[in-house]
């Protein structure tokens, strides 16, 4: 791996890691959404400086170069990342439904209630 890429990589994973914990921090973001995003800062972090176990694992699993192994995990992680989203974002709408529902149920109990009264 060249030297420069090493550097970018480096820089990459630091500003990624300080960026999340800032996220944290703030309190724009939860520990427990942001973990894999600092457990990716610390594998960009590792990979860029010991490329060579990159490479090794790379030809391990009988793939030719580092670079096709990252871009098959990272779309793999990707791809996971958006279903854990996805099924989170049907649960959210599922419990937005209930809710919904229950409120329009208290509401029509309340206005009964207020008619009867009157």
Do not use: C, Y
């Not at 630091?14 to 309190?27: A, E, N, Q, W």
């Not at 594998?43 to 030719?64: D, Q």
């Amino acid at each position: 791996m060249p030297l420069q890429l090493r550097i970018i990589g480096i820089i990459l994973a630091i500003s990624f890691l300080i960026l999340t914990v800032h996220l944290v921090r703030k309190d724009r973001a939860e520990v427990r959404h942001m973990r894999k995003w600092l457990l990716l800062a610390v594998i960009i972090f590792v990979g860029a400086l010991f490329p060579e176990l990159g490479t090794e694992l790379a030809h391990l699993l009988g793939i030719i170069n580092l670079t096709s192994l990252v871009l098959f995990g990272l779309t793999g992680v990707l791809l996971v990342f958006a279903l854990k989203s996805q099924i989170s974002l049907i649960n959210l709408e599922k419990q937005s439904k209930v809710l919904t529902q229950e409120l329009s149920l208290l509401k029509k109990k309340v206005r009964e209630m207020e008619q009867g009264k009157k």
